[in-house]
């Protein structure tokens, strides 16, 4: 792994020696081709709005009057509590805010309408696949990061106190068959992985990035009522996490509930259970329970449990990788990972706490349209998204290591996990988590996609849920750049091909994985954006210049969608 490092520098100079003195530069862009000098010692933004990201700027109509491409119900639709952001409405009209706007918004991700077709071209199909190959996360058998942070560089100390006060990456992803990881030296780090369906969209390895994403809850739900630390509790606390957020009964493999003190299975009685049951009704004092030190922290009111909302404490990494390309041209997450993201809830909000929240948010909404969305922090310790949870990220600096992200570039981590339709208490991946087989959904996606996967129905209406996208947004992205995806669901009038849509519903391979040459392309337009460090501009590694986004729309402008979509969760287990 060091020799691979070792190699980085030359393969940059490689580059930029085919790309005749400027691997990186493009035309039409403002941009240099020079790496831009990120401030991470910033606490304010030049894009104020970045908690706004891209996909509210796509032309939903080819055409005035045209068919109507609705990628936005994904993100923006009614919601059940305790997620009280109510978002029909943006499905209908580009009421964007920006002051002193006037009569037009301008589309500050500029990076969307630059054209890499050179610096796609300077990079050799060779040259991305050794580059994603390289681990830029472990280094000589430990965390680059961590190391780094240890003694963290003034550039990014923030508060200046010679400490990192922020996340350190701690996670191996070494996985045992349960999905734990393991540390160098074996013990549990906390961390388990587990398989989701990506969120239809732009999180579609097809568009792009394949990612994971691993939780972790506080020492006392690892813990036994003894204080020991025990796998086997912090399972069964898991499941009724799992539960308690998809509302639904998890499976367990058979758990003595005499030994936990608990009726998991509320079946009115202690024995052994083989699920955890789904109920909850606090009012007339029908109510579940974590098991081990949790059970005690939460009956003495140290900790909380409510249906949709995580436990205060509770972690989620998430690491967003390149594509590569396997021997056998199958296209699998690489080795490089683009990004490593976290997020830890910081402290319990009710569910009458967040409703207020949202009210109140709504009528700040409706006296200041046009004042951007505050959130708190820094790039050392995090953005706060108002309710309870902390996030931050780390991404590749121009060598391709990772390093924090700025008060900037983390404010677009904001808007997502905050007041979105989509999430429950801020997360989208752990409701959509799978279930079944032999480890129940407990693995990483390093082996790719493991099994064929159905497109799954969602709750109520029954749908199924790519299907739906695909029919709603009749493109594989919001900016319908994703040209193999249409060539293969839909004719060139725009019909659905019924035989792919068929395909689809049994095996989402079909939708979600592209073709490696697509995979290569997509990998080279991110690495020239890593080179020349613009993120603030965007992160969206087209393969071109996207054609159906706006650079400026009028306010309030109708986006042509008349009955706005329903996104219901997901049917599952
Ligand atoms: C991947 C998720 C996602 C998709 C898809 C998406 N949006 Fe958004 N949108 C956001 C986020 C995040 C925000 C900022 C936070 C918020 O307002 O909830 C936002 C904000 C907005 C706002 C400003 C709301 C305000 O109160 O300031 C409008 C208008 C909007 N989106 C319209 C659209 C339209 C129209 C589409 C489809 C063309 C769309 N969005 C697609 C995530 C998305
Ligand atoms: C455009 C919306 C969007 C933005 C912006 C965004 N995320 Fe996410 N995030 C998602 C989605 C969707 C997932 C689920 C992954 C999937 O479906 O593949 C996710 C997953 C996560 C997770 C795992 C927990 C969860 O919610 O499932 C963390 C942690 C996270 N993101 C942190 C961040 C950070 C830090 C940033 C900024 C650097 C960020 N996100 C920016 C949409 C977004």
Redo the contacts with the bound molecule.
């Keep these: 792994m060091n020799m691979r490092f070792a190699c980085l520098p030359c393969l940059t100079l490689l580059l930029a020696a085919c790309g005749g003195g400027g691997g990186v530069t493009s035309s039409g862009g403002d941009n240099t081709g020079q790496a831009q000098q990120v401030n991470l010692l910033a606490r304010t933004a030049t894009n104020t709005l970045a908690?706004i990201?891209p996909?509210c700027f796509t032309r939903t109509q080819d055409t005035e009057g045209g068919t109507v491409h609705n990628p936005c119900y994904a993100?923006h639709a009614a919601s059940s509590e305790p997620n009280y952001n109510n978002q029909q409405n943006l499905q209908l009209a580009y009421s964007l805010p920006q002051a002193g706007a006037g009569q037009y918004i301008v589309n500050p991700w500029t990076n969307l309408f630059k054209d890499r077709s050179a610096a796609i071209a300077a990079i050799s199909d060779d040259a991305v696949s050794q580059y994603v190959a390289q681990d830029n996360y472990l280094d000589g058998g430990g965390i680059a990061l961590a190391k780094k942070l240890a003694s963290v560089p003034a550039s990014w100390d923030v508060d200046g106190d010679g400490k990192w006060g922020g996340y350190a990456p701690d996670a191996w992803f070494n996985f045992d068959a349960r999905g734990y990881d393991r540390a160098a030296d074996g013990h549990a780090t906390g961390w388990r992985a587990f398989s989701?369906?990506?969120?239809p969209?732009?999180?579609?390895p097809t568009n792009g990035a394949f990612?994971d994403?691993l939780?972790r809850l506080p020492a006392a739900f690892r813990s036994n009522t003894a204080g020991v630390e025990d796998l086997d509790v912090y399972g069964v606390n898991l499941a009724v996490v799992e539960a308690l957020i998809k509302r639904a009964d998890i499976a367990i493999p058979a758990t003595d509930e005499t030994a936990l003190g608990v009726d998991l299975d509320n079946d009115g009685k202690l024995g052994t259970a083989t699920v955890v049951k789904y109920h909850w009704n606090p009012v007339v004092g029908d109510n579940m329970s974590y098991v081990g030190q949790a059970k005690t922290e939460l009956a003495a009111g140290r900790l909380h449990l409510a249906a949709g909302l995580f436990p205060e404490g509770t972690?989620?990494?998430?690491s967003v990788r390149y594509l590569a390309v396997a021997a056998d041209g199958s296209v699998v997450p690489a080795t490089r990972m683009k990004?490593l993201?976290?997020?830890r809830k910081a402290y319990w909000r009710s569910y009458s706490d967040l409703n207020l929240q949202a009210q109140m948010d709504a009528i700040d909404k409706r006296k200041n349209p046009d004042t951007p969305e505050i959130y708190g922090g820094d790039a050392e310790h995090?953005l706060n998204n108002n309710k309870g949870w902390t996030?931050?990220?780390f991404?590749e600096d121009k060598d391709g290591k990772l390093r924090p992200?700025s008060y900037e570039?983390?404010l677009?981590?904001?808007?997502?996990?905050s007041t979105?339709s989509?999430?429950e208490d801020?997360?989208?991946?752990?409701p959509?988590k799978l279930v079944g087989g032999s480890a129940n959904g407990w693995y990483h996606w390093s082996s790719g996609i493991r099994s064929v996967l159905p497109d799954p129905k969602r709750k109520g209406d029954g749908k199924l849920e790519y299907s739906t996208y695909l029919r709603n947004n009749r493109a594989g992205d919001e900016f319908r750049g994703n040209t193999e995806v249409l060539a293969r669901f839909f004719n060139a009038d725009g019909s659905e091909k019924a035989d792919q849509f068929a395909a689809l519903a049994s095996d989402v391979s079909v939708l979600l994985l592209p073709a490696a040459s697509r995979a290569r392309t997509m990998s080279k337009a991110y690495w020239a954006l890593v080179m020349e460090q613009s993120f603030a501009l965007g992160r969206d590694g087209l393969a071109a210049p996207a054609a159906n986004v706006w650079q400026q729309v009028d306010e309030n402008r109708a986006t042509g969608v008349v009955t706005p979509e329903a996104a219901p969760r997901l049917a599952l287990p």
């Design positions: 908690y990201p996909q993100c989701y369906y990506p969120f969209g732009a999180f579609m990612d994403v939780i972690e989620f990494l998430h990004e993201r976290y997020g995090g996030y931050q990220g991404i992200q570039e983390t677009f981590c904001m808007g997502c996990h979105l989509a999430t801020g997360a989208f991946a752990f959509r």
